[in-house]
């Protein structure tokens, strides 16, 4: 429930407490290809009591075990159970069935379904109805409540670390190292005493939260520096984080192109080649990580090399706009999609981690050149992408001052949640909690 009533006063996307969002309605999204009123007619047919002689079987998926398991050792008849999952298959694969999903069974004994409810972690439930002489299946979406809830701690060790004892959603630490992946490298620049509050928006399902949404606005102090980071819509649907003066946090290159566990090597003019055993110049820093980590490219571009080049092993090699190019060494093997004179998006994998070439370990060697001169990675200044545009300014600054209002009456209390009806954006992205896997070669 909400605590603070100046927040609400003056915070205008937080429209109500407790107030129920149905985030997709209840779409039938799927019935043997019966149109989408007869699924309505189905689930309207059922709004009726149960029968004296029905009876209610709740239970849920055992570990190491399945749903037709569970629910034969829940008492229920064999017959039942292959008539629901044979219909159950058309909707839902059963493999997918995990530990700790539910479900419910009414029947009037001994083999008259009445309905049938089984419930998974995600935002699917799936429903089974007797229909004329057989029973049909139907994918429904949870009734979910929307929610802004703030986080805010101090660095101990890690940022990792210090988010996993706060008992957060690992998931959060993606999202925030992402807002300021162009500004902060949490590697190696993170301190310990550094301070850290956002504001992200989520959605519960009977009190757990099933996913995280979009951070809204976000602050970190780097060795008492503040960073800060604010979610703006222009009114042509264009969405991104700037900092508190209208300035885009997104810049032409990333800090760092991969998840690494060390720099091993950095740039230096005179180095000792640790397999040459003579000292030359090391255009790059080298970043350890297990084999396999996979490496994005740094900014969009095209790739202009992609192969084999002698002491570097695999390398793709990428030119971007404002005359910076960059270059990735001693890579395993390439993503899918890599071609030579292709075009690639920042963030995008294009290979991964490997020792190929000259290497005493698996590591990537990254390089980058600024109008065909070698230029330090981890000290280099980047040029951002577009502020926000003057004739636009005043409503970002409104949206800023109530974010910025917004954040600086966070708790990191995981109670503390502000309920509304609806996104901070309409087109917002509701995004999933798991992030996007990438497939290793």
Known sequence: MVRNGNLMKHTKYFLNSSVTLIILG??????????????????EEQKTSLPENARV??????????????????GIPKSLIYGITSSLHEVFDLKRSMPGDKYCLEFIPPDTVLKFEYSSSGLEKYMVYPREDSLVALKVYKELKRFYRGVRGKVKGSLWETLVRMGEDPVLIGKLSDIFAWEIDFLTEVREGDEFDFVVEGFEDEGNTVFYGDIIAARYVLSGEDHYAFLYQDPQGKMDYFDERG???????????LNYRRVTSRFSRSRLHPILKIRRPHYGVDYAAKPGTPVVSAGDGRVIFKGWQREYGYTVIIRHAHGYQTSYGHLKGFARGIVKNGRVKQNQVIGYVGSTGLSTGPHLDYRVKKDGRYVDPLKMELPSASPVPANLMADFESTRDELLLTLQSVTADKSYRIYVEKPLYESSPQLASADEKVESP
Request: charge should be positive.
């Open 26 to 43: 209840f779409i039938l999204s799927y019935l043997l290809g019966k149109s989408p009123e007869v699924q309505q007619q189905i689930v």
């Open 57 to 74: 079987i709740e239970g849920s998926i055992k570990k190491n075990s399945s749903l037709y398991m569970s629910m034969s050792a829940d």
């Open 247 to 257: 300035k885009s946090l997104r810049k032409t290159l990333l800090k760092s192109p």
